[in-house]
């Protein structure tokens, strides 16, 4: 038997979760992505349909809201199995895609 510390380390070290680096880059990778590609075919409709001001920045983020949403979805709710914070699924690539959507967002005027 193992005394009474090598056991408390052993149950420490089960409740911390481990990450692979390499996948979880990978996985931000996608998030990063997705909302690039999703950011630019909204721009590109917010500029078909219209959207001027306030309303296409609106658009913009209920695409997010969407996206996250969807993202979300596909870890199957259980984001703290792929990524090591909630955070990161919902706004990462926030302001990036941001950026994008603004681009092609005037593109079609």
Known sequence: ????EKRSKD??????????????????????????FLSIIAGVLA????FTGLTGFVFYF?????????LIA???????LYFDSWNRVLFDGFLGGLMSFVLFWTYPF
Do not use: C, H, Y
């Open 47 to 50: 500029g078909i349909i219209g």
């Open 74 to 80: 596909k870890a199957g709710f259980s984001a703290d």
């Open 62 to 70: 209920v695409v997010m809201l969407i996206t996250s949403v969807g």
């Open 1 to 4: 038997m193992g005394s009474p």
């Open 11 to 36: 149950v420490v070290m089960r409740d911390i979760p481990t990450f692979s680096a390499e996948n979880l880059q990978k996985n931000l990778k996608v998030i990063q992505n997705s909302r690039t």
